[in-house]
């Protein structure tokens, strides 16, 4: 057997001194080969954001306590930089793209949130005589509901959103940790990968239901009935395993097993998953092709905004085709919850606090069919777009954010490239 080397550990990853560490972002040269012969060895994970300083087959790092390079020297091949820190086109780089990626992130989760609020209120409110199909009337309401509670009567129930969120990335990767089902897709993917991620998906959101059960019950609930004494961020955890193990505060007999929300529930989550990367996809390959000729690769912004663009198109348009689908799924999770909402047809007077009108929800469906023909039937086919105004303020919003963004980051770039 081989002595090993003193500087060898194998069970860290270093495996002698001409072999570079697991792990390390460095380039490192064998010492023993020819000068022909050298390479490098790079290591890219984890995977790339906008901004980030991973490194792609092709650029080099040089490692900052390595002496100039002088011809014929140890160094040579090396270009020492004129100074330590992160060249100033690579900080605009990274200041651009994680800028758009705040903005957009922000107006997803936190912006929006008032008209996920208003939207859902108004799916499963069946009593109201206003559809709110446009967002001018959305807005009045919204407007009315915030001046008599307050402005944390749309921002209700945000923290519950942030939990299921966490839920559902946990869930994904345990389950593809421990079953062949793939995460991601390679770029070379077969139809059984396909099959296999999108199974994936619908698993995810099975196990995240009665969490979202109970995140939607949080965010329709009014702040009128709501008791901010028993009231926490962990109260969607609480409700979903009560939801989930049948214990705890009895419900209505009018509540729907989660058997009957399984297959409503992954098909929702497998078709907007589908549809978004789609449309992604050929949003990208449009901007691609229309705008080879006329893109800069070194513009940060022609690298990472296109991206965010897609992402934004793919979303509006698996919600706006699947917003049936997800007015059923609500109002499903919701029956039987002893929930009260707000009335989504405007504020009335009452008593001298002049507070809002509130409504329990009394649905009596039997399941997804049931629902379904209930609806067509007693509501017409509009009443499957209940609150499509606040959608399409949501995606307006978000939109208008990005474009203002980009045109302040192209501002700031063109100065500090002339400064």
């Known amino acids: 057997m081989a002595s090993r080397r003193p500087d060898s550990f194998d ?3 270093y495996r002698g001194r001409d072999e570079p560490p697991y792990g390390s972002g460095y380039p490192v040269r064998s010492s023993g080969a020819a ?3 050298q390479h490098h060895h790079w ?3 984890p995977p790339d954001i906008p901004g ?3 490194l792609h087959p092709g650029e080099r790092t040089p490692l900052y306590d390595e ?7 140890p160094g040579a091949g090396w270009e020492a930089p004129e100074r330590p820190g992160v060249p100033p086109g690579e900080q ?3 200041f651009a793209g994680f800028g758009i990626g705040l903005v957009s992130l922000f107006t997803e989760n936190v912006l929006a949130h008032p008209c996920i609020v208003f939207r859902r209120q108004c799916q499963v409110n069946y009593h109201a005589r206003c559809y709110h199909l446009t967002p001018v009337s959305a807005v009045s309401v919204m407007y009315a509901i915030t001046k008599a509670q307050g402005v944390k009567a749309l921002w209700k129930g945000m923290g519950s959103t942030f939990i299921v969120h966490g839920i559902t990335l946990g869930a994904e990767g345990i389950i593809s940790e421990f079953t062949p089902l793939p995460r991601e897709l390679p770029h070379s993917w077969s139809w059984k990968q396909l099959a296999g991620h999108l199974v994936l998906r619908g698993f995810t959101a099975l196990v995240a239901l009665p969490f979202s059960c109970a995140s939607l019950v949080e965010t329709v609930q009014s ?7 028993s009231s926490g961020l962990l109260d969607c955890i609480r409700e979903g395993l009560t939801r989930l193990l049948g214990v705890g505060a009895p419900h209505s007999r009018r509540l729907l097993p989660l058997s009957c929300l399984l297959l409503p529930a992954a098909l929702h989550a497998i078709l907007r998953y589908a549809i978004s990367t789609s449309i992604q996809q050929v949003a990208l390959w449009l901007h691609q092709r229309a705008g080879k000729r006329r893109s800069d690769p070194s513009d940060p912004l022609d690298v990472h905004f296109p991206e965010l663009a897609a992402r934004w198109a793919g979303s509006l348009v698996a919600d706006v085709m699947l917003f049936p689908l997800e007015t059923v799924l609500h109002r499903l999770s919701l029956q039987g919850t002893r929930t009260i909402i707000d009335a989504t047809d405007g504020a009335v007077g009452a008593g001298n606090g002049g507070s809002p009108l509130v409504l329990p929800v009394n649905t009596q469906y039997d399941g997804f069919s049931d629902c379904l023909h209930a609806i067509r039937r007693k509501e017409g086919g509009a009443g499957f777009y209940r609150g499509f105004g606040a959608l399409l303020m949501q995606y307006t919003v978000h939109g208008a954010l990005l474009a203002a963004a980009r045109t302040l980051l192209r501002v700031l770039l063109l100065d500090a490239k002339t400064a």
């Open 52 to 54: 980030s300083r991973n």
């Open 92 to 94: 605009l780089n990274r």
């Open 11 to 13: 069970g860290f990853g």
């Open 35 to 37: 000068p022909e012969l």
């Open 67 to 73: 002496p100039q390079a002088e011809q014929g020297g």
């Open 223 to 229: 702040e009128i009935v709501r008791d901010e004494s």
């Open 43 to 45: 290591v890219t994970t």
